[in-house]
């Protein structure tokens, strides 16, 4: 489903992504993790055509992303990492507009945004503006959004962040039935418990390179993920010095 090859991105001397490679089947969910900085959202962004790599490729059910970004995007649902939505519209008339800006019709935007709303629980918040929304809302939100016409590919960027237990918990629910029926999902996260539950496949980016890569049994041996995560990581860091912090100035 989705197929990337030697990506790679560099920002003024900072090589964001180096010369990436990887390979998502479809019908998996795939977990992307990574250090802050790794380079996880300029991957991300690049593979939902957000970002022109400086070199490499992406194929999404065998289109070229660069190549025809139109045929592309209508086959992902994309969850970006920083929210710019139109917040001054409400929650309802948002997930009209990614409908109908999405080609579906009158009746099946309604449809599928009622049946959004009552999954994510944000029936009783459609009526507001989005701009009102905690964090958390506003994330389901633009979940909603992304899934609204039915994509073969979610690319969601940190999808758990500021989302509450149960909400994840229906999140996850949703995401897994969807993958059970033949769709793909591709997400990052920093919930290295969340991924191993619920992802089949994961991937270590560290400072711009996929260090580890395949099925989660592979890529964390006998290990836990997060176990493997911090030994790829370069592992933890002693916490000294700061003493002034114990100084209390008062
Ligand atoms: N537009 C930009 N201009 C300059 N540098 C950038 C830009 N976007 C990202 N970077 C840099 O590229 C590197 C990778 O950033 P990226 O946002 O992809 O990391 P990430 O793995 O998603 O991190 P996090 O887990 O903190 O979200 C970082 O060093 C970041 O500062």
Redesign the pocket.
Known sequence: MLQISTLSKQ??E?R??DNIDLAVRTGSFYGIV??????????LSMVTGLLRPDSGSVQVHGIDVWGDPGAAKRAIGVLP?RLRLFDRLTGAQLLYYSGILRGLDNASVRERSADLAAAFGLEDALNRLVADYSAGMTKKIALACAMIHSPRLLVLD?PFEAVDPVSAANLIEILQRYVAAGGTVVL?S?GMDLIERVCDSVAI?VQ?QVLASGTLDEVRGKASLEERFVELAGGRKAAEGMEWLHSFSD
Do not use: L, R
């Open positions: 920002f003024g900072m964001a992504v990574g250090p802050n900085g790794a380079g996880k959202t300029t991957t990492d940190e990052s920093h980016i711009g």
